[in-house]
């Protein structure tokens, strides 16, 4: 059986991908380069293991940048929209913003990380767990 995959890309259309589900996990971030690159509050992302990520079209279009001592993200050149980061400290995963998919993932956030640099003029009124630094929860 096929497993059920979920088309994802950025806002002008040039980068499309297809990630094959279930995702690893589905987290809140709070930490302020994920603040600053969005332009937001806090960025929710999943991820999955490499290999279940296809780029679709756009390779020439993203660029890729390291964002601090493990971490790589990836947007694209044309509208900016950052779609992907590669961390060291769990090197077989790769983490998608959630905003960029087209429909659903199997699952619900679990947790806000990085919690201890979120912002106040963000209030929430979830019951998740927050989490200081960025462990993912297992
Ligand atoms: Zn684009
Ligand atoms: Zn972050």
């Not at 963000?122 to 960025?134: A, E, V």
Request: with cysteine; aromatic share 8%; proline share 7%.
């Amino acid at each position: 059986m096929q497993a059920p995959t979920v088309e994802g890309g950025c806002l002008c259309g040039a980068i499309r991908f297809e990630l094959a589900l279930p995702t690893s996990f589905c987290v809140h971030c709070h930490c302020s380069m994920c603040r600053r690159n969005h332009g937001a509050g806090f960025v929710t992302w999943t991820g999955v293991p490499k290999q279940q990520l296809k780029l679709l079209k756009g390779a020439k279009s993203l660029v890729e940048y390291r964002s601090s001592e493990h971490g790589t993200r990836g947007f694209c050149k044309r509208c900016g929209s950052t779609l992907f980061c590669e961390s060291t400290r769990h090197p077989e995963l790769i983490d998608i913003v959630l905003a960029s998919l087209d429909g659903p993932i199997e699952r619900e956030p679990q947790a806000h990380i990085y919690f201890d640099t979120h912002v106040d003029w963000m209030p929430l009124d979830d019951k998740l767990p927050r989490i200081n630094g960025g462990d993912l929860p297992s």
